[in-house]
């Protein structure tokens, strides 16, 4: 009996000391993992920071070059310059001097900068609100323009502008209504490059792709008016389309999308628009003060 005793006591304390062991070496296992989570996450705060640090660093290195912000600040700035020469115009000049060309392409074009400038990464806020101005300083103008040639007899030609105008807002509206089912269908279709082209961030189907194609009509407008008489040249208006087309040649490399048919259309505008800004100061400034000063002087005999 007593040795029957001694082993069940025995067996006891050994059974005590493994349950000890056991639950000392599970607490043991549990603060090594927890130790070891705790360590991934510093290691992952501690690099987040650096590459967030990194980021920061690389984007000061890079400078206003490099900046969106920047370029999409100045070429807003020459927008608001658009739209205020618009509003100068409409206070100074006359209606004679509104070009029923361009006018309509700049309204075209400031509505679909102003959805651009909205979507577009980063956001450009103050562009789609100069693009809005303009929209409405640009309408002011085509209002004085068809009124003052309704008053001198010139019905027709408004007539025949009006029929262009609603041809043209039915084909649009159309086209955006239809876009994104068209865009969608071609994407899924498996066509190669069309499919692929059709799908693009900057695509045929979306905004990306439009607002750059409406200044292409601006560009055009000038190319083919490039003997346009000066005195119908508004220097306020052709100054801004200028620093435009050069702000937005560098911005166009920096957004998200990255948008080259925006970089060509502006260097094109760039060119047109500085040709006819130096014809109309080559007129106004230069031409004119000389021509003044080699009049003949009058002498009494």
């Keep these: 009996m007593l040795s029957c005793s001694r082993i069940a006591t025995t067996s006891l304390v050994r059974s005590r000391v493994v349950a000890r062991r056991w639950l000392t070496d ?39 070059w490099s900046s969106a912000e920047f370029w999409g600040g100045l070429g807003a700035i020459a927008g608001w310059g658009m739209s ?7 206070m100074n000049s006359g209606p004679e001097v509104i070009s029923l060309t361009m006018t309509p392409v700049l309204i075209t074009y400031s509505s679909l900068f102003a959805r651009w400038a909205w979507v577009v990464k980063p956001r450009n806020s103050l562009l789609a609100a100069c693009h809005v101005a303009n929209v409405l300083a640009q309408t ?15 019905r027709e030609q408004v007539m025949d ?11 649009l509206a159309g086209c955006i209504a239809a876009g994104p089912q068209m865009r969608s269908a071609l994407g899924a279709a498996n066509l190669g490059i069309i499919s692929t082209i059709a799908a693009a961030d900057a695509g045929p189907f979306t905004v990306h792709f439009w607002a750059p194609m409406s200044k292409w009509a601006i560009s055009g407008a000038s190319f083919f008016d490039l003997n346009r008489p000066t005195d119908k040249i508004s220097l ?30 502006n260097i094109a505008l760039f060119g047109s628009s500085a040709w006819h800004l130096g014809r109309k100061i080559k007129a106004d400034y230069i031409d004119e003060p000389e021509e003044e000063g080699s009049a003949p002087v009058a002498t009494e005999e």
Excluded: C, H
Aim: proline share 2%; glycine share 8%; aromatic share 8%.
């Design 236 to 265: 306020p208006q052709y100054t801004a389309l200028t620093l435009t087309g050069f702000f937005f040649s560098r911005y166009a490399l920096l957004v998200t999308p990255i948008n080259y048919t925006l970089m060509s259309v």
């Design 26 to 64: 599970g607490a043991a296992k549990e603060g090594a993992k927890k130790a070891a989570k705790e360590e991934t996450a510093k290691t992952a705060t501690a690099t987040t920071a650096a590459s967030s640090s990194a980021v920061k660093e690389e984007a000061t290195k890079k400078g206003w």
């Design 84 to 90: 205020i020469s618009a509003i100068y115009d409409s």
């Design 140 to 154: 002011n103008q085509l209002r004085r323009a068809l009124e003052y040639k309704m008053e001198n007899g010139e």
């Design 161 to 171: 502008l009006g029929k262009k105008v609603a041809v043209g807002g039915t084909v």
